[in-house]
């Protein structure tokens, strides 16, 4: 299994000297799409384009021609986290990614077309892939994104799983053979508040270090292409947010990088020992 971050594309070559494999970034709604994609020439890093309009893939794939970016080195994820994110219904998601799937087969494209997450694995999030894979091509990549159900130290899957492997076996019942990645997963540092009396409860690096060891090593066993860390670096912006703190690099009040955080080693060590 490989290894990604969401984010970060301005950042290549520490990418690859933390064991990045790849970078799933965010294809631009409007602006010229060839520096986009120039960037990660000659880059031993991979690119996940996700396409939050199926109208740009087109110009997606002629920048990718253009500069001569690998195929394989690419893929062209669709729609992200329908309809919250995305706000597009079941049918309009299905119309979109067999438009880009269309257009990659029709110009002989060798990378891969993925179909974009759920925000969780919970009951509505099945019920959303139930209704839509089984009219997806066999050959689509299936993404699925994993944030805890609840408040973050209790690492709980979505009901109606009751582990993270029964929340995974319930996702290839409804993709079958077809390839999976989690495009999405991470865990924040802000202020979580539980309890009567409230307590506040605080993840540590050391604390999400273990997390993403144990995840990447049950997503590896599970077969999963690769997995993607949200996210390159924390959002000054939102200093206390939980938007702003799933970063692997702390940053100061300017939204310099400061540092690389512990759970970053995760993306290499998960690979060291077995589990």
Not at 7 to 32: K, W
Not at 72 to 96: C, F, M
Not at 114 to 120: E, K, L, P, R
Not at 204 to 230: G, H, K, P
Request: aromatic residues 10%; charged residues 25%.
């Amino acid at each position: 299994m490989l290894t990604y971050c969401v984010f970060g594309e301005q950042h290549l070559a520490e990418a690859a000297a933390l064991g990045i494999d790849g970078l799933r970034v965010d294809v631009p709604a409007d602006s010229d799409l060839l520096p986009f994609v120039r960037q990660f020439v000659g880059s031993p890093v991979a690119a996940d384009f996700l396409l939050h309009d199926p109208g740009r893939a087109p110009e997606l794939l002629e920048a990718i021609r253009a500069t001569e970016l690998p195929d394989e080195q690419t893929s062209l994820e669709v729609y992200n986290e329908p309809p919250h994110k995305d706000p597009v219904d079941e049918d309009t998601y299905i119309e979109g990614v067999l438009e880009v799937w269309d257009e990659c087969h029709d110009r002989g494209y060798r990378g891969t077309v993925i179909a974009g997450a759920q925000m969780n694995l919970s009951f509505d999030a099945m019920r959303w892939y139930a209704r839509t894979v089984p009219d997806l091509p066999t050959d689509i990549t299936v993404a699925f994104h994993d944030y805890p159900w609840g408040i973050q130290p209790t690492d709980l899957p979505w009901p109606p799983a009751r582990t993270h492997q029964e929340a995974l076996d319930n996702l290839r019942k409804i993709t079958g053979d077809r390839p999976l990645v989690c495009s999405e997963f991470g865990r924040h540092m802000a202020i979580e508040i539980t309890g009567h009396p409230p307590l506040e409860l605080r993840l540590t690096e050391d604390w999400i270090y273990r997390c993403y060891l144990d995840r990447l090593r049950l997503f590896a066993e599970n077969d999963l292409v690769w997995t993607a860390i949200y996210q390159w670096k924390d959002d000054f912006q939102q200093p206390t947010s939980s938007e702003g703190l799933y970063g692997l690099h702390a940053v100061d009040a300017q939204g310099t990088e400061t540092r690389a955080k512990k759970q970053a080693e995760a993306l290499v060590d998960w690979r060291r020992w077995p589990r």
